[in-house]
């Protein structure tokens, strides 16, 4: 038995991000766990349920401000992780006030078949910001439970039952959530997952699995493989995707507006899951604004202001069509705390312009780091648009060998030296700082990059 559970351990996917079952990962718990925050470590490793990717814990937090957190030993990081909640800022002033001042109210909680003016106010807000024809909302507590009501719309309006996502997409951890994901991470072990959940290749530019140099070849094959399910795979609802993946891969504008017209063609809805990329990360304030507006969105996570769990959808007036059902049916559909922290949130992002500087600090750390890859053999390829950038290390740049144990040993190195982010598929760095990063503040993240970067070159390892 313990040579199986031993075994199981070394084919933990990596695809989701950095996990906690690795030497490397021990070295840094001793080295950077001591005192009260080694007290923590342990109570938290004894009374949480233990999970690859969370428990045992990185590190022990006291605070998280601005673009920083900050641990038990006084330890400061820039975060260029946040989970995704953190556009405004962690605990952002304005926010913070908002959600005060609602509480102050004596409106917060909302039970349902009640409604209240934030809820109001966020839905009609949400019909302003969003692109395209989107103006009918429904909010609930989290994102996979976002994705699972689109799902759930596409299938009620359409009367189809069968999806197509992509491989090595992540939507959530619900069932249907884990099913239209690409992630095997999230599957196994589960036995038989939401029927009619298809996949298909997205379109890598960088690692397409055939070789190809083009983007017009790439594009050309990710939409052969959903055209030919399309036409031999009837009752089709969704086509369900983020716009830009969060590795990040950029798809051409090409490459949507081939997947609408297909959905258009057939009667499939496009969903967009903009969990991750929505409210300004992409220097857009939703990222399908770079290629073509979905039927539903789904947002999350720093729709919350970084504060509160919220998340929800947003579709066209034509599609309200479920007055007989209630596919949410959530106790905080309508919560006005919530609500309110979403409003301060995104009045945030557009008063102080946040969109405008998060294009324009991305072009700029692009540019940087494009000039660290002329000189550093260990990244392949830099990827990403406005604050949501990747680079993909990697052994041998003609193999595209994945460097997994590098980039495992550089995300530590950066830790020690006061900068955080994950890596995701093993051997991808993942940068998604608050959009309120200065340009001091993204050199000095930078700098430590490619300062801990040089060091794995020069075989200084953990």
Known sequence: MGNLRAEKEKRIEREQGDVNTTPNRKKYWESNLTGQALKVFEMDNRYFLHQALSTPVL?????????????????RYIDMHGNGVHNAGFNNPEIVQ????????????????????????LAKKLAEITPGDLCKSLFCPGGSEAIEM????AKQVTGNFKTIS????????GFAAASVGGEEHFKGGMG???????????????????????????????????????????????????????????PSRRYWEGVKALCEEHGVLLIFD?????????????????????????????LGGGLVPFAGIVTRKRYDVCPDRSIGHYTHEKNALCAAAALAE????????????????????????????EHHPLIGNIAGVGLHLGIDLVRDRKTKERAVDEAEIVMYKCMEKGLAFKTIEGNIITLRPALIISKEEMDRALDILEESIGEVERGILY
């Open 192 to 250: 038989p997952m939401m029927p009619g959940a298809m996949h298909v290749e997205f379109p890598n530019y960088y690692r397409n699995p055939w070789g190809f140099e083009e983007q017009h070849d790439v594009d050309a094959e990710c939409l052969r493989q959903i055209e030919l399910i399309l036409k031999r795979e009837p009752q089709v609802a969704a086509i369900i995707g983020e716009p830009i993946s969060a590795t990040p891969v950029v």
């Open 59 to 75: 590190n022990v937090l006291s605070r998280a401000h601005g673009i920083y957190i900050e641990d038990l030993n006084g330890n």
């Open 98 to 121: 908002a959600v005060k001042n609602q509480l102050d109210t004596e409106m917060s909680f909302c039970p349902r078949r009640y409604t209240n003016y934030p809820a109001v106010n």
């Open 346 to 373: 995104i009045k945030y992002i557009e008063n102080n312009k946040l969109i405008e500087h998060a294009a324009g600090m991305g072009e700029y750390a692009i540019r940087r780091l494009n000039d660290f890859k």
């Open 150 to 153: 689109a799902i759930t719309l």
């Open 274 to 302: 903009e969990i991750i990329e929505g409210f300004g990360r992409t220097g857009k304030m939703f990222a399908g604004e770079h290629f073509v507006a979905p039927d539903i969105l789904v947002l999350g996570k720093s």
């Open 166 to 173: 992509f491989w090595d997409s992540f939507h959530g951890a």
